[in-house]
């Protein structure tokens, strides 16, 4: 079966400019979650969505970073005005449930270049 | 606070035993991870523990966990060249983010 997609695989960007991460979960699942990997910062939780609770956003590393779940499924990552430090790979991965018993299956991610 | 440590660096023989380690601060975690990821490929998870259990075994890899010390280990018996990849530690955190370590690049000599 189809695991989670991500798009597009690679972007770059210029500082400044807005950026738009797209995922797409595993179907049936109904937790959500974005995590980004860096050099100096390693593996980071960044926000979570569970069903129709709100989300958890707790691991947003500032203001310009936010993410919506549309319909419980698909979900878009946005970064306003984007800053070098930016640059990573944004990985997404969803699971069955919120329960640490539920595997995250991860997706390849997208790597983000900001210029 | 949340925070996971682990040795950046392993080189072994193929045929050998590899052992990685992992030490964890959040005694509320209720379950471990060690994930693999391997050149260019996501994360993929290798195996989990349940903070009540202090061993588990799968195959060639067997997990110890010390919740006493929060000391996590992944032991690969026969590596092979294949398992060269890097590994990461994870513990969840009130039952759904997940706090990652560094990672331990695992490097196999044939």
């Known amino acids: 079966g189809a695991g989670v997609s991500q798009s597009p695989s690679n972007k770059v960007t210029e500082k400044g400019k807005d950026v738009e991460l797209r995922c797409d979960p595993i179907s049936g699942h109904t937790a959500l979650y974005w995590y980004r990997q860096s050099l100096g910062q390693g593996l980071e939780f960044l926000i979570y969505?569970?069903?129709?609770?709100?989300?958890?956003k707790s691991g947003l590393p500032s203001d310009r970073f936010s993410a919506e779940r549309t319909g419980g499924s698909v979900s878009t990552l946005t970064i306003q005005r984007t800053q070098q430090e930016d640059s990573a790979v944004y990985l997404c991965?969803?699971?069955?449930?919120?329960?640490?018993?539920?595997?995250?299956?991860f997706g390849p991610g997208t790597r983000l270049t900001v210029t | 606070g949340e925070d996971v440590e682990q040795s950046l660096f392993l080189s072994v023989r193929e045929g050998d035993s590899s052992v990685i380690n992992c030490t964890y601060t959040d005694s509320s975690s209720t379950y471990l991870y060690w994930y693999k990821q391997e050149p260019g490929a996501g994360l993929q998870l290798l195996t989990y523990i349940f903070s009540n259990m202090d061993m588990k075994q799968d195959q060639r890899l067997t997990v110890l966990l010390n919740k006493k010390d929060k000391h996590l280990s992944l032991r690969i018996a026969d590596t092979q060249t294949g398992d060269s990849a890097i590994y990461f530690c994870?513990?969840?955190?009130?039952?759904?983010?997940?706090?990652f370590g560094a990672g331990t690049i695992l490097r196999v000599k044939s």
């Open positions: 991965a969803s699971s069955l449930g919120a329960s640490g018993s539920y595997e995250q299956y």
């Open positions: 994870a513990e969840s955190i009130r039952g759904n983010k997940l706090v």
């Open positions: 969505f569970q069903g129709n609770s709100a989300p958890d």
